[in-house]
């Protein structure tokens, strides 16, 4: 039987998460392809985004972060086996302490599932919770961003406890 977390704290090594961060936003400088999030202060988006996939990799013990990845990560971060089922996973790292996943139209369906982080910029990280694809909209809220496009909101109380590790395992590709 599964066993679950509201949350978990997970201390990182942020000079590691530097590295990564540091690496994709050169990418993204080089490749041209910036999302409009990450106009206004790349380097805090991409270690919100580094730190939080770290996190969840140090919590199921899945590799590390890519630090190279071009085009994006189609979707989803990590391939899950979690009792059992494989589910597609993107990791949404939030810098604010009582954070909501935000999910736009534009990448609804692309993972089957969402896990939710707070990241303290040089602290630690909270794996607030997770949810399924298909149950944003029963959970959610239609909202516009500050960018225009139309997204998802799901309040933090409204996620469902993490996973224990016990229950997570990489995917067999």
């Known amino acids: 039987m599964s066993t679950r977390q509201t949350a978990a704290t997970v201390d990182l090594d942020f000079d590691v998460v530097d590295l990564i961060a540091e690496s994709r936003k050169e990418i993204h400088e080089r490749e041209g392809n910036h999302r409009p999030a990450y106009a206004t202060d790349s380097m805090t988006a991409e270690r919100v985004g ?3 996939e770290a996190a969840v990799a140090l919590r199921y013990d ?5 630090a190279s990845r071009v085009d994006g990560d189609d979707g989803y971060d990590y391939r899950i086996d979690v009792d059992g089922e494989t589910l597609e996973v993107e990791i949404k790292g939030s810098k604010y302490d009582d954070p909501s996943l935000m999910i736009s139209d534009e990448y609804r369906g692309d993972a089957d599932a969402y896990i939710l982080a707070s990241v ?9 919770g997770w949810l399924r694809d298909d149950q944003l909209e029963e959970r959610g809220r239609r909202e516009a961003s500050k960018f225009g496009d139309m997204m998802t909101v799901v309040d933090g109380d409204q996620l469902d406890p993490i996973p224990d590790p016990d229950d997570v395992s990489p995917a067999d590709d």
């Not at 899945?62 to 890519?66: S, V």
């Not at 303290?120 to 607030?128: A, E, K, M, P, R």
């Open 120 to 128: 303290s910029l040089g602290d630690d990280v909270v794996l607030c």
């Open 50 to 52: 580094a730190a939080a």
């Open 62 to 66: 899945l590799p590390a972060p890519d």
